[in-house]
């Protein structure tokens, strides 16, 4: 019955049947038969399915909030168990490339120094990759996360806006962001605005083009801050304007991060309090 009780809040907290039967490489058909046992058991619904997913009943709703924290804490230290004597001592952050070399750098160096035996497994990319393809303790995002089956929590945002060196041609957009990336619509009208476009899937090298005046840069403000001589610089104004893009952390399982996430979180925060261009401010330029 515990096994069923854990599956029941893995759904609960995906509100996706399909998503925790991938997620925890469940046939769905299978799950379906636990969560309807475990039903069965209580004598009454937890769930019901609505054209938007998964809505909790009121006993659904009690059980979940009396034991999800205690039962995913549960299974975490069973999972602590089963790992090797070294597991403990691994800490595996996943974060932005461009923000944590330079703007949150010195939160990591602090952390580090603060855990000396802390093995640290550390995996920059710009990319937002699916996390449950990865291992993780700590992610810090910076988008809108479409994924709900973690806890997150918003640190700061960032500005983003067209950006061009004043000589530069204003015929091509250099462009570091994907469709799902951009607001519905905003592709086709940079299109419209834009004769050419290039695509540049890392933010810094995209802001190092622009930054030599090969084009107009749709760039964040933590890259416009990096920009050596801003009095060359110019921004272009574009309606509708651009949306903030937040900066989230996401871990897994409990509702509060552990000790050691929770810390570097702090330390993160603590940096985005000191630092306008990570708190949606515009830096100024020309």
Known sequence: MLDDIHLFIEVARRKSMSQTAKD???NLSTLSRRIQALETKLTEPLLQRTARGIVLTAKGEQLYTSLADSMLALNNQITALNCDSNSSNTFYLLCPQNIIADLLMPALNTFIKDNPSLNFHISPSNANSQLSQQRFDLAIRIGQQQ???????????????LVSKKSAPQNRLILPYT??????????????????ISYCFDITIARKM?????????????EISCITNKQAFDYIEFQPAFANRPIYALW????????????????????????PCLQGDIIKLG
């Open 252 to 275: 897994h399982n409990t509702r509060q991060p552990n000790q050691t996430a929770s810390q570097l979180i702090t330390l993160i925060q603590g940096v985005i309090e000191q630092t």
């Open 210 to 222: 622009v930054e030599e005046g090969n084009g107009v840069g749709l760039l964040p403000m933590s």
């Open 179 to 196: 469709q799902t990336q951009l607001p519905t619509g905003m592709l086709n009208k940079l299109t419209e605005l834009y004769s050419d």
């Open 147 to 161: 994924d709900s089956s973690y806890y997150q929590k918003r640190l700061g945002a960032i500005a983003v806006k």
């Open 24 to 26: 925890l490489g469940l």
